[in-house]
C-alpha cells in the first residue's frame, strides 16, 4: 500500500481524474486526505520545474467548464482536444445557463453563470467537487463586479461582490466559504465610476488586483484578509491612453503588465513587480519593442512569462481563431507557433503554475 501511494502520488495533477475512475479502491486512496496532502505537495514542487498551466474555458452549447494544460514545451494549444471538466445539466441549472465568466484562485474557480438570475459555482478540479452558491436578491443590478481571493490568515476563501443600482447606489458583499454567509462589510469605500471603467483583473497571494482605465489608468487592489480597499497604485512609465493593458503572473510572486499600443507603429512593453502589496508596488522592465510585426492588431487578453529564458508567449482569441505567439525579450523576434479555429467562443482564463487546493468545498 505504501508503495501505491508513493507511485500514484507522483501521477500528473491533469491524469489524477483517470487515476480515480481506474478502480474502487484507488479512488478511495486518492480521495484521502493525507494522500492528497502529499500528492499536492508533490505536484507544487513539479509545477516549478514543468511551469503546469491550466486552461479554463466555457462553451454555452452543451453548459459545460472545460479545464486543459497548456503544453508549455511544444508551444502548443488546441481548444479542439478532448474536454475535461463539468457539465451544468437542467437538473442543477433550472433553465438554460450561459458561462459568463472564470476566476481563479489558489486551486479552486469561481464561475458566473447566467439564466433568469445570476448564480455562481466554485470548483475543485482537483477533488472534482462542486458548489452551488446564491447571489442576495436585495438588488437591482446595473454593473458588477467580482472578485475570487483568500484570508491569509486562515486561507479562507471568499468572494467580494460589488454592484451598482439603477440610483447610482454600491452595494458591497462579501461571501465567505468556510460558514456560507454573505455579510456587508461596514465603511469599505468604492469610488462609483471606477465599476464602469475596470477591465483586467487578477488575484496574487490572495489579493485582487483590477486595471481601471480612469484619468491615467492605475492598479486597485481588494485586501481580502482585511476585508477591504487598498490606494490607487501606479502603473508602469509606459502607459498612456492609447495603450491597452493586460495582467498575468509570475509564479504566484508578481504580477506582470502588457501594455500595447497599436495606434500608429505597434509597440508593446511588458513589466513585472519587484515587489506588491495592497498598499505599494514597485516596477522593472521585462523588456520593450517597438514596430513589432504581429498579424493581428488585436492582441492579448492572455499572456505567459518565461523568465529564466526572457520570453513571453501570449495568446489572443479574436473571433474563434487561437493564435499563440512567442515574443523573445532579447532579440524583439516574434513568431506564431499555433493557429486553431475552434467552436468554443473564447479563452476564459489563462492560469500559470497552477497548484492543486486540498480545500474541501
Known amino acids: 500500500m505504501e508503495l501505491l501511494e508513493e507511485i500514484l502520488s507522483r501521477v500528473p495533477v491533469k491524469s489524477i481524474v483517470t487515476v480515480r475512475s481506474t478502480c474502487k479502491n484507488w479512488n478511495v486512496l486518492t480521495e484521502d486526505q493525507r494522500f492528497a496532502n502529499m500528492h499536492i505537495e508533490k505536484a507544487a514542487a513539479a509545477s516549478q520545474r514543468e511551469k503546469e498551466v491550466l486552461v479554463i474555458t466555457g ?22 482536444t478532448k474536454r475535461n471538466g463539468i457539465l451544468i445539466t437542467q437538473e442543477n441549472s433550472y433553465s438554460e445557463v450561459v458561462l459568463h465568466r472564470s476566476f481563479y484562485c489558489n486551486g479552486l474557480l469561481l464561475c458566473l453563470w447566467r439564466n433568469v438570475k445570476l448564480r455562481l ?49 454600491i452595494y458591497i458583499d462579501i461571501y465567505d466559504l468556510s460558514c456560507g454567509l454573505w455579510k456587508t462589510p461596514p465603511d469599505v469605500a468604492f469610488h462609483s465610476n471606477v465599476i464602469e471603467y475596470t477591465k483586467a483583473s487578477l488575484t496574487l ?39 491597452s493593458v493586460s495582467l498575468s503572473s509570475v509564479k504566484e510572486e508578481k504580477l506582470a503588465v502588457l501594455l500595447e499600443q497599436t495606434l500608429g507603429e505597434f509597440e508593446i512593453a511588458v513589466w513585472v ?4 502589496e495592497p498598499d505599494y508596488v514597485s516596477w522593472s522592465k521585462f523588456f520593450k519593442f517597438e514596430n513589432l510585426q504581429l498579424k493581428c492588431c488585436y492582441l492579448f487578453g492572455n499572456f505567459l512569462i518565461e523568465e529564466e529564458k526572457k520570453t513571453v508567449e501570449a495568446f489572443d482569441d ?7 505567439y512567442i515574443i523573445d525579450g532579447e ?31
Request: with cysteine.
Open 205 to 243: 497571494k490572495g489579493n485582487t488586483y483590477w486595471h481601471v482605465e480612469s484619468g491615467d489608468g492605475f492598479l486597485h487592489c481588494f485586501d481580502f484578509t482585511r476585508e477591504r480597499f487598498g490606494p490607487h497604485l501606479p502603473l508602469p512609465s509606459d502607459i498612456n491612453h492609447r495603450c
Open 121 to 169: 459555482l466554485v470548483w475543485n478540479p482537483y477533488w472534482g467537487k462542486t458548489r452551488w452558491i446564491n447571489c442576495p436578491t436585495k438588488h437591482s443590478y446595473h454593473c458588477e463586479v467580482f472578485a475570487f481571493g483568500y484570508d491569509k490568515s486562515c486561507r479562507t476563501h471568499k468572494i467580494l461582490w460589488l454592484s451598482r443600482d439603477d440610483n447610482m447606489n
Open 318 to 324: 479574436f473571433n474563434n481563431w487561437y493564435n499563440t
Open 273 to 276: 513587480t519587484n515587489k506588491i
Open 331 to 361: 532579440s524583439g523576434h516574434s513568431r506564431e507557433v499555433d493557429s486553431t479555429k475552434s467552436s468554443h467562443p473564447r479563452l476564459y482564463n489563462i492560469v500559470s503554475n497552477y497548484v492543486p487546493s486540498s480545500v474541501q468545498i
Open 59 to 80: 462553451d454555452p452549447n452543451d453548459n459545460s467548464i472545460n479545464v486543459k494544460f497548456y503544453d508549455f514545451h511544444n508551444k502548443t494549444f488546441d481548444p479542439s
